[in-house]
């Protein structure tokens, strides 16, 4: 084996020529013109892209603009592959793109960015590198289950197309979940988790996989607890194929898995694999929180099943507003996903 099949890194497989057709999906003006976006009206679902045969997704970037406030949480992002009934992907818009709470903010990292525009914080390039394989087609669609129309969404979907897919090539998956508010554990005396099983879920998967990573938002409206302002002291506990406790994956506080240390001391910063995307109050920790950690060089690994979990505050102590977006990649099929939050359950907590 040559020297060369051991680069390793993002960028290794760079130089590698191979000979799929590359190609693009997007919303430009088909008359010539500049109207280079749709318009989806209220309580209409839009059909964005729809690929025949094999290939991978390699990249996604989408704009889009509305008069609803919540826009970004209102709409539904779905992606299916090959030919499957129930999405491998569906989570709000905004939040699959790696800031929660219904609003955009400018941050970069290795497989999702945000470029916030002008205006009230509403509207972002939203850009997306997961690679997302498929043998039979993969098909993208939008939802706007508001009562107001998406003005003008724009969007690319860049491609390429491929004769076959290796067998152990996994599919994509994103998932959405929301728990507003955590009950809080009471505790009579010394507060103690030695179960997980109050702990918030981030994921659950069964099958053969490997988990890549969460963005996390915290509205830490319940910041000024008896003992703590601070939310991030929950660990992250990870079950994977099954095991009981203690899980072999257990962390060390919020911040620790999220890379930091000593609570989020420069508010909001970007890194490649972890970043806080949204801050609210550096100084009592409340207020609105996106976190991000992608395991990129260190995907956990799953033969049977994954349970992805945090501990809101210590021991589940703090009953505050968690959401969630988890990325992994299987080997189909999946287990279906529960139904969504209607609208109004998914909207942010008002500021």
């Not at 020529?17 to 088909?30: A, H, L, M």
């Not at 005396?189 to 702990?199: A, I, R």
């Not at 929950?234 to 203690?246: Q, S």
């Not at 969504?340 to 008002?350: F, G, H, I, Q, T």
């Amino acid at each position: 084996m040559s020297e060369l099949e051991y680069i390793n890194g993002p960028l290794s497989l760079l130089p590698k020529i191979n000979f799929s057709k590359s190609k693009r999906i997007s919303s430009y003006d088909r008359t010539g013109g500049n109207k280079d976006y749709i318009t989806i009206g209220p309580m209409t679902k839009v059909k964005i892209a729809e690929i025949k045969g094999s290939g991978i997704i390699r990249h996604i970037w989408i704009t889009a603009s509305s008069e609803n406030r919540y826009y970004l949480r209102d709409t539904i992002l779905r992606m299916f592959w090959d030919e499957e009934e129930n999405p491998s992907v569906e989570v709000p818009l905004g939040d699959f793109f790696g800031v929660g709470h219904g609003v955009a903010n400018h941050f970069v990292s290795l497989p999702l960015s945000m470029i916030r525009g002008p205006g009230r914080g509403l509207n972002a390039g939203m850009n997306c590198y997961f690679p997302m394989p498929f043998s039979k087609g993969a098909k993208i669609e939008v939802e706007n289950e508001s009562n107001l129309e998406i003005r003008s969404l724009y969007f690319h979907i860049d491609y390429e197309e491929w004769k076959s897919i290796p067998e152990n090539y996994g599919r994509f998956h994103a998932w959405w979940n929301r728990e507003n508010p955590c009950k809080p554990e009471k505790y009579e005396g010394e507060e103690l988790n030695t179960t997980g099983d109050e702990n918030y879920l981030i994921l659950y998967a069964e099958g053969i996989g490997h988990y890549v990573g969460c963005v996390l938002n915290v509205d830490n409206f319940n910041a000024f607890h008896q003992n703590y302002t601070w939310f991030g002291e929950g660990d992250d506990m990870i079950f994977v194929d099954g095991e009981k406790w203690p899980p072999n994956i257990h962390g060390t506080g919020t911040e620790d898995y999220f890379l930091s240390a000593w609570g989020f001391p420069s508010g909001e910063y970007s890194a490649p694999y972890h970043g806080v995307s949204l801050a609210g109050d550096v100084n009592e920790w409340s207020g609105k929180w996106s976190m991000y950690r992608f395991h990129i060089e260190d995907p956990v690994r799953f033969t049977k099943s994954i349970k992805v979990t945090i501990e809101h505050g210590h021991a589940n102590d703090q009953g505050n507003d968690y959401s969630s977006v988890a990325y992994w990649y299987q080997i189909e099929p999946h287990r279906k996903f529960p139904p969504l939050p209607k609208l109004v359950d998914r909207r942010p907590r008002r500021m």
